[in-house]
């Protein structure tokens, strides 16, 4: 259906039908309405548009907040929750820190962070991350990824990471710098250097990874680990 609309009538009309489809989507997810199931059917058909449309992404994470402030279902909000961020963020390269939309952060976001990571689900965790540590003219990355510190360090069980989860993690690890860390310890922070494999090619900002490794030598410990690793 989204691809239809798209062909037929152009980004414009496009754009008004997401949007009628955004205030349908609100209602349901405000009032447990009983379609609901009718249009997570709908939503997940966006799934096979292959484009970077800003506005496209401003309203799938609207959908989030949506979500996020509601107090409907538990599935229907993960359901909901996961198919936005795959909706808007599948596409991003984890590495490329700006998109072509603009992005409200807000607290009732950190609901996403559980749902999101429990998921277990490789690319859904990098849409998450994507989403959080992009940037544009418009907004800067969430000031809360550094509570997703606890989480990054404990996907060994979705190794070998795939590329664009790999580069998330990554671009993650380079916004929070090392102090983001210090509460799950060198030892365990050094454990996920290693599981990366980092190398020069991975490092978006030279500068910042100096910083980073110059503080994980000057921890407690972290002349005694580095030399491992």
């Known amino acids: 259906m989204p691809s239809k609309l ?10 008004q039908a997401i949007s009628q489809f955004s205030l349908a989507m609100g209602a349901a997810i ?101 989403s959080w540590t992009s940037r544009s003219t418009s907004h800067n990355p969430h000031p809360s990824l550094k509570t997703c510190a606890e989480y990054l360090v404990s996907l060994s069980h979705l190794q070998p990471f795939s590329l664009r989860l790999r580069q998330a993690i990554i671009k993650s690890i380079e916004l929070l710098g090392y102090k983001g860390f210090e509460q799950v310890g060198v030892e365990v922070f050094a454990g996920l250097l290693d599981e990366l494999h980092i190398c020069i090619e991975d490092m978006f900002s030279h500068n910042q990874w100096g910083a980073l490794f110059l503080d994980v030598i000057q921890s407690p410990k972290g002349i005694q680990c580095v030399p491992h690793r």
């Open 30 to 130: 405000h009032t447990s309405h009983p379609r609901c199931n009718l249009l997570l059917h709908m939503l997940a058909s966006f799934r096979n548009l292959k484009m970077q449309n800003p506005y496209l992404i401003e309203v799938a994470y609207g959908w989030c907040s949506m979500v996020c402030e509601s107090h409907s279902n538990l599935e229907y909000r993960k359901h909901i929750i996961l198919l936005a961020l795959e909706i808007g963020f599948r596409h991003i390269r984890p590495m490329e820190p700006w998109i072509p939309a603009k992005l409200t952060h807000m607290e009732s976001h950190q609901k996403m962070v559980d749902i999101v990571f429990q998921s277990g689900e490789s690319e859904v965790i990098a849409d998450f991350l994507c």
């Open 6 to 15: 798209l062909t037929l009538f152009g980004s414009n009309h496009f754009d």
